[in-house]
């Protein structure tokens, strides 16, 4: 599987991002993939997973609201809509893909074994 990560940038807070992960050599069956990011000094943390087939999502609390995470089969891409951006979002975002289902270790990084290279997301006050 490889992952291409891509729409960082630069906003001010309350401002609005749309990343983008074109995933390639998706295996057929049960698929997860999942944002993470990763502050300077900080450990990476999770975003958000869906499912590639059925679209069940799951985020972090901090997420919740402000983030989605959509799916586009046909484009073998997924995206996560970033609105009300806040300082404490800047970090490099990474795509992250595992076969499998949502379940408690989702949200942890060591579950995948796949990983897009990363997007640089600012947001400035």
């Known amino acids: 599987v490889q992952l291409q990560a891509s729409g960082g940038g630069s906003v001010q807070t309350g401002g609005s991002l749309r990343l983008s992960c074109a995933a390639s050599?998706?295996?057929?069956?049960?698929?997860?993939m999942a944002w993470f990011r990763q502050a300077p000094e900080k450990e990476r943390e999770f975003v958000a997973a869906i499912r590639w087939n059925g679209g069940t999502t799951y985020y972090t609390d901090s997420a919740k609201g402000r983030f989605t995470i959509s799916r586009d089969n046909a484009k073998n891409t997924i995206y996560l809509q970033m609105n009300s951006l806040k300082p404490e979002d800047t970090a490099v975002y990474y795509c992250?893909?595992?076969?499998?289902?949502?379940?408690?270790?989702?949200?942890?990084?060591?579950?995948?074994?796949?990983w897009g290279q990363g997007t640089q997301v600012t947001v400035s006050s």
């Open positions: 050599g998706i295996p057929s069956g049960r698929f997860v």
């Open positions: 992250a893909a595992q076969a499998g289902l949502i379940t408690s270790s989702t949200s942890n990084p060591r579950y995948y074994n796949n």
